[in-house]
């Protein structure tokens, strides 16, 4: 069977299971009434916060910016991990036991004030919306590629697609729907990782393959490590070395800051933290879900790295027309470009971007067969341009493995993406719908006219993140990286002033949030948008790169919130009361009951 | 050639010869889905039996839900309506291909001519499809059941109003020229009831003479009904209070007596003859014996057409006090004086109709002393002997162990509330579960006013922690809808179990929102109306989910009953129906409850977060 036929079956088969789960759970035949979602164990619990937590950034792209930028990406392995450990650890337990739901709801509450509630809205649209592109970047990558149609038609199919899962499905509510997912999804991500192991070094675990020899063609241990070969074979052309990094110490620290700041004040993943009716089945969850999270995590590394090998050698000073058939399907997606610069009908590949901008077709054919270029052509020798965000999606292709594989990595893409993108759609339309609506511009809203909001806001929320999803303004683990960055100077500081220090007032949180947030915004639309050719290390203020603003932002945010507290009235009594309530293990309150 | 059945209704109201040119005139026809068999506004040619298929009946001038009009099905009958009408008001399409038996429009006409009641059942099918159709749309504000009973106001004496100055011999002659068997004493706030008998038992142990005036007579405060209450609210009043007269109010003001024997007569029922077997009983057997008449008062109430959920309220009551009184006879009276016995679960809701499963619990005050071993065994027997009474009364004993034979559900005052705080804080399964049940309880004996405390206790735990609402109301999603994803039920052989479908979903969904707002009362349909003054529903809706509960109610009682009659535990039989077993009618009422249920159960994902 070829891989297009087998990616139907893959794709239209995980959906079907998905589905089938979801009706299954719903037609439970047990006499127990209320036992709703009893007996879901933490390892399966756990397995759903893991599904919910990687994005199809962290599917799709973050192997394939480890691939490109080599030492400088693990910037985004440190900060996601460390921040689902600070959420975990810090923050989560606290927020369960103040019985708010969303974020928007705790910060109304305990700055007892609308107008914090509506910042706080306000934010969490922001950092949904970012996000949710990047999902829909990725949902459209995968369907372009194997729908064998743009990389915009791409996108428009996986807004629909996400809608009606989200939306009208009701499948998000679903713990085994979301097992499911994970399990197609560490399948995808670590069968072709552990086949390209064997195939390259003989070790079967891809993270022990990773920092292993080479094997030659004959399969005899040819006593070269993969990144020794890496790095060799990257300055050739040109690059740096993969394995040093070119940014600079304060920026790679404050990109991770942002990064892990941000990930603990994800509304989206918070609410799944609520979503376990007890704290002690809610802490082992958690760990289960760190463990399932680490094993995609530590395979990504090897992963790019056996990419960018197997890329190099397969393309570099290879003819346009000897290359397999994954670089010309790529190409016809539109994610993967060349120009002929030295005529010589062959591929070279070398460090600078080889033309300016994103491909831009004109619609014919030149004389190899390639897509001709509009764009203008730089002066350096690289000709090939290929999209980060294919890496992972490509890889199995490009390493030669079986076609099922192939169609397997296509299911896996799509998982990633569904259950992330649906859960923020939720988010943003239940801050609409309920946060702003309800409780704020319009409290006598009928319940019926409320969840019409809800679908509207979603409805509109999936147009304006496809609109992204086509137009973005990077590559997708980047788009996520400045969601995560609007979420670290925003929410991270209120959250955790707000159970920590019960002095702070509502002034010093509405204060804190406006600065974090439009500072924030501000040097990112600056830097990516009005001023992209400015973006380099030596106009960024004190260094730091937009991505790792957030954590400036952040500061400021703590600055600004706590010199305005200190400057106005306290909060009320009964607000310093629950704070300090909060801290304090329930059972106690339970004991004197007796 | 298919023959149509004609041996029913309403054809049987033909006489052969007629049923003969029936048989003779009648064609058959096939048609594709998505056929119009009858356009709105078109003049009909033919009345449509259904063969095989199934059609649906629609507004055109609306879309969506709001067009639906009526869904048939095989052996189903429709055109009837507009043929007599001249023209077809809605359009009539095929759903699933169909075969039809056609009866000509002319041939129908001269059948009704030559039949009176034949045409008389279709002028009553017009007349009862008018009503469901206004009374769904909401043109009438309230339910069908104003339609089906009458309020107090129908059947209202005239008060006899006499001043405290007035003699008792005075009294006597006013109340023999009105005929009236009681009267009103005072003035204005301040009146009191007496009764003949009053007047007889203070003349005979001599606490008045003929001569004295009526002051210091007459039983405070006053027990009533509103004038607008439905006369089975008043007789639900008297089961529970034990009086056979109630004072009438309109706008605060009294505005006659509605007295028992009245409303007897409307109803004609054995109710009351039960409710006072059950308060004469003087000992287990007589009790027994009374106890025993309730299923029957059951079965009697819904032949004759009685709302199932007034059944349900009046047999409640009924129920509370049968267990009320077993509880008297088993436990010693100063048992009783410090402790309160709870009814939990259905029975505690008032929903349930036939004498099913002990649920209850028992409440001890704090600071007496059950705590010594051998204090807690003699308390440990004599819930054993109650529990041993109960079963005797008909009640079997509650397999999950939700009673007061089990010691875990007796327990005092400060140990309920330390319970409740560890049942709210852990908000496990488990948990969640012993919650909804303490949120369902209602005290039927001894000191009731012990539950309030309890009650109040799970409002402050509850009722403001956003997370542990969002656990509690995921319960009602957990079994899905037999609609199918755009329209109507499944396949027409499928069965629906109601108790999961329909049930359930609103009793807990309404359960979570009544523990959200704070809500006292524990029956459902209380509850909603509470909500609705509380204004966390709306009106319309609020009486679209207690329509929907009553008619899945009554799916459900019919196969109790059905599996009393054949000798089995009612607690045993299935609640699923088998939708073909139903009538056209029954199946449109089906349909539309499970969609009120679908759409209680998305307001109820977005209000408690469940999407997550």
């Not at chain 1, 490109?68 to 369960?96: F, I």
């Not at chain 1, 997606?333 to 070279?348: F, H, M, P, R, Y």
């Not at chain 2, 706030?189 to 007459?218: C, F, I, N, W, Y």
């Not at chain 2, 656990?471 to 329209?487: C, D, E, W, Y």
Request: with cysteine; glycine share 10%.
């Amino acid at each position: 069977m070829d891989v297009q036929l087998l990616t139907y079956l893959f794709v239209g088969g995980s959906f079907a299971l998905y589905i089938g789960i979801a009706i299954w759970s719903r037609v439970g035949s047990t006499k127990e009434f209320y036992v709703a979602g009893g007996g879901v164990s933490p390892v399966a619990n756990g397995a759903a916060t893991a599904a919910d937590w990687m994005s199809a950034a962290s599917f799709i792209s973050m192997a394939g910016i480890i691939a490109y930028s080599g030492y400088d990406a693990s910037v985004y392995l440190m900060g996601w991990t460390g921040g689902y450990v600070l959420l975990a650890m810090l923050l989560a337990p606290y927020l369960r036991k103040f019985g708010k739901f969303t974020v928007p709801d705790f910060i109304g509450d305990r700055y007892y004030s609308n107008v914090a509630r509506t910042v706080a809205v306000i934010c969490v649209i922001f950092v949904s919306f970012t996000y949710v592109a990047g999902q829909m970047r990725g949902t459209g990558i995968v369907f372009a590629r194997f729908l064998e149609v743009d990389v915009d038609i791409g996108v428009v199919i996986g807004m629909v697609i996400v809608f009606f899962y989200a939306v009208l499905g009701g499948m998000k509510g679903i713990t085994y729907t979301q097992v499911a997912q994970y399990c197609v999804l560490i399948f995808a991500f670590t069968v072709p990782a552990i086949f390209l192991s064997i195939m390259m070094t003989g070790h079967v675990l891809p993270q022990t393959g990773f920092g292993a020899t080479l094997l030659d063609a004959a399969g005899n241990d040819s006593g070269v490590y993969l990144l020794q070969r890496l790095d060799q074979l990257v300055t050739e052309l040109g690059f740096s070395e993969y394995t040093s990094g070119t940014k600079s110490t304060i920026d790679v620290f404050f990109i991770t800051a942002a990064l892990m700041c941000g990930t603990a004040g994800l509304p989206h993943v918070i609410v799944r933290f609520f979503t376990v009716p007890r704290v002690r089945d809610a802490r082992v969850s958690a760990g289960w879900a760190l463990f399932f999270i680490a094993i995609l995590y530590t395979s990504a590394p090897a992963v790019g790295a056996f990419a960018r090998v197997n890329l190099i050698e397969t393309v570099d000073n290879t003819a346009y027309q000897a290359l397999p058939d994954w670089f010309h399907n790529w190409e016809n997606s539109g994610l993967i470009a060349w120009t002929d610069k030295n005529g010589d009908g062959e591929v070279q590949m070398a460090a600078g971007d080889p033309f300016s901008g994103t491909p831009a077709y004109t619609g014919e054919r030149g004389e190899h067969g390639e897509r001709l270029l509009s764009n203008a052509p730089t002066d350096n020798a690289g000709e090939v341009y290929i999209d980060r965000d294919i890496i992972v999606l490509a890889n199995p292709e490009i390493g030669n493995l079986p076609a099922w594989v192939v169609a397997l990595v296509a299911a896996g893409g799509v998982a990633a993406a569904l259950s992330t993108a649906a859960g923020l759609l939720l988010v943003i339309s239940s801050a609409i719908a309920h946060d702003l609506l309800k409780k704020q511009l319009k409290p006598d809203i009928s319940e019926k006219g409320e969840l019409l909001a809800a679908r509207i806001a979603a409805a509109v929320a999936i147009v304006i993140a496809g609109y992204f999803g086509i137009n973005p303004p990077g590559f997708v683990a980047q788009v996520v990286a400045f969601a995560f960055g609007l979420a670290a100077s925003s929410f991270f500081p209120v959250i955790l002033m707000g159970i920590f220090y019960k002095r702070m007032n509502k002034e010093g949180a509405i204060a804190g949030m406006l600065v974090g947030l439009i500072f924030t915004f501000s040097y990112i639309v600056y830097f990516k948008f009005i001023a992209p050719e400015a973006n380099t290390a030596e106009h960024w203020w004190l260094g730091v790169s937009p991505e790792g603003i957030g954590t400036l932002g952040m500061i400021f945010n703590f600055v600004t919130a706590l010199v305005v507290s200190r400057f106005t009235a306290p909060p009320p009594e009964s607000i310093q009361h629950i704070v300090e309530d909060i801290r304090v293990p329930r059972g106690a309150g339970g004991a004197v009951d007796h | 050639m298919l023959t149509a059945d004609l041996n029913r209704l309403p054809f049987t109201l033909l006489d052969s010869g007629q049923r003969r040119r029936l048989e003779a005139g009648l064609d058959l026809g096939y048609y594709a889905v998505g056929q119009v068999l009858l356009e709105s506004g078109a003049e009909p040619e033919n009345v449509y039996l259904i063969h095989k298929g199934e059609v649906v009946e629609e507004d055109p001038a609306l879309s969506g839900e709001a067009a639906w009009i009526g869904h048939y099905a095989a052996g189903d009958l429709f055109g009837a309506i507009s043929v007599l009408n001249g023209r077809s008001r809605y359009r009539f399409r095929v759903e699933q291909e169909a075969l039809c038996h056609l009866l000509p429009a002319a041939l129908f006409l001269s059948l009704c001519e030559g039949c009176p009641a034949f045409a008389e059942y279709f002028q009553q099918r017009l007349a009862d499809k008018t009503q469901r159709l206004l009374a769904r749309r909401g043109a009438f504000g309230a339910t069908l059941a104003g339609f089906m009973l009458s309020r107090v106001r129908a059947c209202l004496r005239p008060p006899l109003v006499l001043a405290e100055a007035v003699r008792v011999t005075d009294a006597a002659a006013a109340l023999r020229e009105r005929r009236a068997d009681s009267l009103l004493v005072g003035a204005g706030e301040a009146l009191g009831m007496v009764t003949k008998t009053d007047l007889l038992e203070a003349l005979v142990h001599a606490r008045v003479t003929p001569q004295s005036p009526l002051t210091g007579l007459g039983t405070r405060p006053l027990i009533g009904v509103d004038i607008d209450d439905y006369l089975f609210s008043a007789l639900v009043t008297m089961t529970q209070h034990r009086v056979a007269r109630l004072v009438v109010f309109e706008n605060g003001g009294v505005a006659g007596i509605v007295e028992l024997l009245d409303v007897l007569g409307q109803f004609s029922s054995r109710t009351h003859v039960v409710g006072l077997q059950i308060e004469q009983a003087q000992d287990m057997a007589a009790l027994v014996a009374a106890g025993s008449g309730l299923t029957a008062l059951v079965e009697g109430l819904m032949a004759q057409g009685v709302k199932l959920r007034f059944v349900m309220a009046l047999l409640s009551a009924l129920n509370a006090r049968l267990i009320q009184k077993a509880f008297t006879f088993a436990v010693p009276e100063t048992l009783q004086a410090q402790s309160c016995l709870l009814v939990l679960g259905s029975e505690g809701r008032g929903e349930q109709v036939l004498k099913t499963d002990q649920d209850n619990a028992l409440i001890l005050a704090d600071g007496e002393s059950w705590a010594g071993r051998e204090a807690a065994d003699r308390l440990t027997a004599a819930m054993q002997h109650f529990s041993d009474q109960l079963a005797q009364l008909g009640y079997p004993p509650c397999p999950g162990g939700i009673m007061v034979s089990n010691p875990a559900w007796v327990a005092s005052e400060s140990a309920w509330l330390g319970k409740i705080a560890r049942w709210a804080s852990s908000r496990d399964a488990e948990s969640l579960m012993q919650l909804a049940i303490l949120l369902d309880a209602r005290a039927v004996g001894g000191q009731v006013a012990l539950l309030d405390a309890l009650r109040e206790s799970l409002f402050r735990h509850c009722a403001d922690d956003e997370l542990l609402l969002s656990h509690f109301a995921r319960g009602a999603l957990r079994f899905g809808s037999p609609l199918r994803l755009f329209s109507g039920l499944r396949r027409r052989e499928e069965e629906v179990d109601v108790k999961k479908a329909g049930i359930f979903p609103i009793v807990h969904g309404v359960r979570t929102m009544a523990l959200e707002r704070r809500v006292t009362v524990t029956s459902t349909f209380d509850r909603l109306e509470a909500l609705v003054v509380d204004g966390r529903l709306d009106r319309a809706f609020a009486d679209d989910l207690a329509e929907a509960l009553g008619f899945f109610a009554e799916l459900r009682l019919r196969r109790q009953l059905a599996a009393i009659d054949t000798g089995a535990s009612p607690a045993a039989a299935t609640a699923s129906v088998i939708v073909s077993r139903l009538s056209g009618f029954e199946r449109d009422l089906l349909r539309e409850s499970l969609h009120t249920v679908r759409a209680f159960k998305q307001r109820l994902t977005h209000r408690y977060h469940l999407e997550y």
